[in-house]
């Protein structure tokens, strides 16, 4: 009977931790990922814009590791324009916030994009996972983030060179607040206490720190110079290191070698303590949930044309170990072409990356510090331009 007792106790705890709070993802399952059906490019790396109306926002169910289910798929544009990061969810794996960065306009015979300002509400609960609202957010809203509380959301308006300030209250999304930055943003990540934040100012290679006070977010004024153009940036779960993924000179692959910038949030103001050198283009990151690694996608000029340098087939993943402060790339893992989103399982076990030019998913084991391709991989409708679970 005594270790009936503690069966029940331990139950009773992992239910009450699947109901809420930060360890909620150990029980969350979903990814979402946003599909890019009108950008492609060709053979000589030039951009190919088709008409709107294929695109989707697409919920996997990960219960089984390797083999992932297609649960929901809902018509709505999404955009390779921006960080593969323009969605998440919350702790309780209940709702996602998806923000649609690009409109598309007829220009004469042809399409452009232009900057949109609609961030979609999905409740993850409803069967099959159905949209619940439409916000609007600033100009352009790309890189955005939920914190550990899950009653707020960060989201980087790239076009306004501001932060949007979303409040959370079940499926009640509202604009609560725009805090003005002064210069573009592209990506945000929470403290794991939720009192600050970290925004990517990509074109002028600096991240921005924001003070956070109940609901209250402000822009603090202080910047530290990370990298040549921050595209994404993430924070390790105990809060003491923030990682920027510096995509290079031209904001993407380009045959020359780039970094991951390494900011010591301890220090009093945080500093930048290292830059990583990991190779051409690294445009997605992600941080494991063990806090063990780190892993950069590698674009290697995957979507350039194939007389260039630079080109290759396929990009990779990098792999990063953290140590305490010390961060250091240990592996480099091939995929397949152009990886933008990557999303690690709530144990951090597996790793999932998406292949924007093959329109699948790569599936990779995570051992320690140890990351292996296990040959495993999920077709998609489409390109993957984001990927996302309640994991930043």
Known sequence: MKNNSRVVRALTGMLALCMGGWMAP?????????????????????????????????????????????????????????????????????????????????????????????????????????????VKGGKQPSGMAINRAGNMALVANRADNSVSVLSIHGHDVKLADTVAMGEQVSSVAFTPDGKRALASKNVNNKAAVLAIDGDKVTYSKYDML????????????????????????????????????????????????????????????????????????????SNASKSAFFYNRNGSVVVLKIDGKKVTKVAEVEVRGLPEGAVFSPDGKYLYVGNYMDDDISILKVDGTAVTDTGKSFKLPGHPASMRSVVP
């Open 26 to 134: 150990a029980c969350a399952q979903h990814v979402i990922v946003g599909i890019d059906n009108k950008v492609y490019w060709d053979s000589e790396g030039k951009a190919i814009l088709s008409p709107p109306g294929k695109d989707a926002v697409v919920i996997l169910d990960i219960s089984d590791r390797l083999n992932p289910k297609l649960v929901g798929s809902l018509p709505l544009m999404n955009s390779v324009y921006g960080p593969p990061t323009n969605l998440a969810i919350t702790p309780d794996d209940s709702v996602a916030l998806v923000a649609n960065s690009m409109d598309w306009v007829q220009d004469g015979a042809a399409w452009k994009a232009v900057p949109a300002n609609d961030i979609f509400v999905i409740d993850l609960k409803a069967d099959p996972p159905a949209l619940i609202a439409t």
């Open 226 to 301: 990370v990298g040549i153009f921050p595209y994404n940036l993430g924070i390790t779960p105990n809060g003491k290191l923030a990682l920027t993924a510096n995509n290079g000179n031209l904001g993407s692959a380009d045959g020359n070698v780039d970094t991951v910038g390494v900011i010591d949030l301890e220090a009093t103001p945080p500093r930048v303590i290292d830059e990583v050198v990991v190779g051409d283009g690294p445009e997605g990151l992600a941080i494991s949930p063990t806090g063990e690694i780190a892993v950069a996608m590698l674009l290697r000029g």
